[in-house]
């Protein structure tokens, strides 16, 4: 499973930060996904208990912040959202737009520590 390992890279930065801050355990986790970075927030949820079994997290909450995609198209001048299944194609003009500034996202906002 894809999401595991992305979770795995995840439980080791939060473990060195929690180690680096002297706690002893992890009570909650949050994520940034976006919705073009490959990883299913369903699958990462699913995939959590694995992924913490074992470490300073295990037991902690996961929380998923979804990002929706957007381009910025150059033809309309404004931010256009975009879905993987249409591609990069600006929605209201049509125009092909690689332009992403949204959407790739993967990465931790925040991980609780017990005071
Ligand atoms: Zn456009």
Redesign the pocket.
């Known amino acids: 499973m894809h999401e595991l390992g992305l979770l795995r890279s995840v439980v080791k930065a939060v473990e060195a930060a929690a180690d680096a801050a002297g706690a002893t355990a992890v009570e909650g986790v949050g994520l940034r996904v976006g919705q073009l970075s490959g990883a299913v927030p369903e699958a990462l949820k699913g995939a959590w208990p694995i992924a913490t079994a074992g470490t300073k997290l295990a037991g902690a909450a996961l929380e998923v912040e979804e990002v929706g995609a957007a381009i910025w ?1 150059a ?2 001048a404004t931010e ?1 959202p975009v879905d993987q299944f249409y591609g990069l194609r ?1 929605p ?2 049509d ?1 092909p737009c690689g332009n992403l500034i949204r959407g790739r996202e993967f990465e931790v906002v925040f991980a609780d520590v017990p005071d």
């Open positions: 198209c033809a309309c256009q600006c209201a003009c125009a």
